[in-house]
């Protein structure tokens, strides 16, 4: 299978034990009606535990794979106390079904007399939940609302959703992949200290990492029909200098590979990296 495609259905269906009969000629789309919408109560037995379902686990999972995935954020949407809420990510996290992402980002008081600007004294520093099996993030994601259609055979809404937001679903696993990348890429030489994504009171960025000799590298995925261009670069420097963050090194992946004038700069501190560098690299 072609890792475009491998990424694609990895995006719906992984972490799914039972076997399933898949046609690889089908497009995405088709696969999904064909799984989702004509044998919806087949899928939906492999969520598990089943009391995943029911709520407030319901709400709280529903919450993750439609937002940013903030912890506070995510007990706000799903209308939890902080003190229910943070029992039920706990189980969550115990089972396997979530994992927490812990913030980097620095304290806004750097002393216990430094006094905060007006806006800034209700910012809270918030960890994020993320899926561990990306199959639960898109039933929580994009199926479960649909329930009531998809249990009578009715897709037409459901599907409709699937294609105007397939494109979050699958940019989160092609980003954590480009992160895997950046920490292979990197192993012989100067093995990467810390890395994956970063959120700030400013902005987020798809990767932050920091090589063994404390080199910053800020990353930007793009998993486009597309070639990225020169733009994508000066959005990105615009960002870190907002929030800013100095970088050394900017890091570029892209699903269509890059413009000639990107590929035509001579910049040693810019690194572009595309599909064919995912194949080498990680598979």
Same mark, same amino acid.
């Given at each position: 299978m072609p890792l475009e495609c491998a990424i694609e259905y990895f995006s719906i269906l992984g972490g799914i034990e039972e076997h399933i009969e898949l046609d690889f000629f089908e497009s995405v789309t088709a696969m999904v009606e064909s799984?989702? +919408?004509?044998?919806?109560? /087949?899928?939906?037995?492999?969520?598990?535990? %089943?009391? =995943?379902?029911?709520?407030?686990?319901? @709400? +709280?999972?529903?919450?993750? /794979?439609?937002?940013?995935?903030?912890?506070? %954020?995510? =007990?706000?949407?799903?209308?939890?106390? @902080?003190?229910?809420?943070?029992?039920?990510?706990?189980?969550?996290?115990?089972?396997?079904v979530l994992r927490i992402e812990l913030s980097r980002e620095q304290p806004l008081k750097t002393h216990p007399k430094h006094k905060l600007k007006k806006e800034l004294r209700h910012y809270r520093i918030q960890d994020k939940l993320r899926f561990v099996m990306p199959f639960l993030r898109f039933w929580f994601g994009f199926v479960t609302y649909y329930k009531e259609d998809l249990l009578q055979g009715k897709g037409n809404t459901f599907?409709?959703?699937?294609?105007?937001n397939y494109e979050r679903l699958r940019t989160l696993v092609y980003e954590q992949l480009c992160d895997d990348l950046l920490v292979e890429y990197y192993a012989a030489t100067t093995p990467l200290l810390s890395h994956g994504s970063y959120w700030n009171q400013y902005s987020e960025f798809d990767i932050l990492a920091v090589t063994s000799n404390k080199k910053l590298i800020l990353g930007e995925c793009k998993y486009k029909?597309?070639?990225?261009?020169?733009?994508?670069?000066?959005?990105?420097?615009?960002?870190?200098?907002?929030?800013?963050?100095?970088?050394d090194i900017y890091a570029l992946f892209s699903k269509d590979g890059f413009s000639n004038e990107l590929l035509g700069m001579q910049d040693e501190n810019l690194l572009l990296f595309d599909l064919n560098d995912l194949q080498r690299f990680c598979v």
């Open positions: 799984n989702f +919408v004509h044998n919806f109560t /087949a899928f939906q037995q492999m969520v598990s535990p %089943s009391y =995943l379902l029911e709520s407030p686990y319901r @709400e +709280v999972l529903t919450a993750v /794979a439609r937002g940013d995935g903030k912890y506070y %954020s995510v =007990l706000r949407k799903a209308r939890l106390s @902080e003190g229910v809420g943070e029992r039920i990510i706990d189980e969550l996290v115990s089972l396997g599907l409709e959703n699937f294609k105007s029909d597309r070639k990225v261009c020169k733009n994508e670069l000066n959005k990105l420097r615009a960002k870190a200098e907002q929030s800013g963050i100095r970088a």
